[in-house]
């Protein structure tokens, strides 16, 4: 079983929809819960870090982390068609081992 | 934006040529790392340094080698490239103290093809 799970997609949806991206995770020593996005022929760049469980909101993304399920999401909303990337989680314990998931492939139609 | 670069950002090269990727970054990070990217698949990490002389291979075993004689430098090396070489591979860096800047940056990328 791999430590952490995200669906590959692809996803597909119209302007302005509000976008759910997902990983599980099983290793209970995580602390730190990233997102990064990757534009096609781009390295990812780093959208969201947020540290232990809760929310944390950043203009139209909110990304959310409940420990105690072992899931973390990213919600986009009002997305756009410049949103269209593959997102990737990413998350570490203390001992800064990162994890990655495999990403999901978003796109956003005008 | 990451100040972190990479070359070539695309190499073809024939089986059994020896190649170098070369990684720099100008943000004075201690730390830095490889990583192979293959459609669909999380990222391997396949070596990482904490500083300069310091080197580790990472979970994903590699034929690849690195060096870190200066801290802005970290050039990946293939001594016979093979077409199971062929895939992406990212640079990473990460600096020290809190918040998001403590995490990873990565540079674009060099896209390997073996024939």
């Known amino acids: 079983q791999k430590e952490v799970e995200q669906d590959p997609g692809p996803l597909s949806v119209p302007e302005g929809a509000i976008v759910s991206l997902n990983c599980t995770y099983s290793?209970?020593?995580?602390?730190?819960f990233m997102w990064y996005r990757q534009y096609s022929r781009k390295g990812p760049e780093l959208l969201m870090y947020?540290?232990?469980?809760g929310n944390k909101e950043d203009g139209r993304f909110t990304a959310q982390v409940d420990k105690s399920s072992k899931y973390i999401s990213l919600f986009i909303r009002d997305s756009q068609p410049s949103d269209s990337a593959t997102y990737l989680c990413?998350?570490?314990?203390?001992?800064?081992?990162?994890?990655f998931g495999a990403g999901t492939r978003l796109t956003v139609k005008p | 934006e990451a100040d972190i670069y990479q070359t070539p950002r695309y190499l073809v090269i024939g089986t059994g040529k020896k190649i170098t990727l070369e990684c720099s970054q100008t943000?004075?990070?201690?730390?830095m790392y490889w990583y192979q990217q293959d459609p669909g698949m999380e990222l391997h990490l396949i070596h990482y340094?904490?500083?300069?002389?310091?080197?580790e291979k990472g979970d994903l075993s590699s034929e690849s080698t690195v060096s870190r004689i200066r801290t802005e430098h970290f050039p990946l090396t293939l001594e016979s490239a093979r077409p199971s070489h062929t895939s992406q591979y990212l640079c990473?860096?990460?600096?020290?103290?809190?918040?998001?800047?403590?995490?990873?940056?990565f540079g674009p990328g060099t896209r390997l093809t073996v024939l």
């Open positions: 990413a998350m570490r314990g203390r001992n800064n081992d990162m994890r």
């Open positions: 340094s904490y500083g300069v002389n310091s080197t």
């Open positions: 990473a860096s990460r600096g020290g103290g809190g918040y998001s800047y403590n995490e990873q940056f």
């Open positions: 943000m004075g990070h201690d730390k």
């Open positions: 290793n209970s020593a995580f602390q730190y």
């Open positions: 947020t540290y232990s469980s």
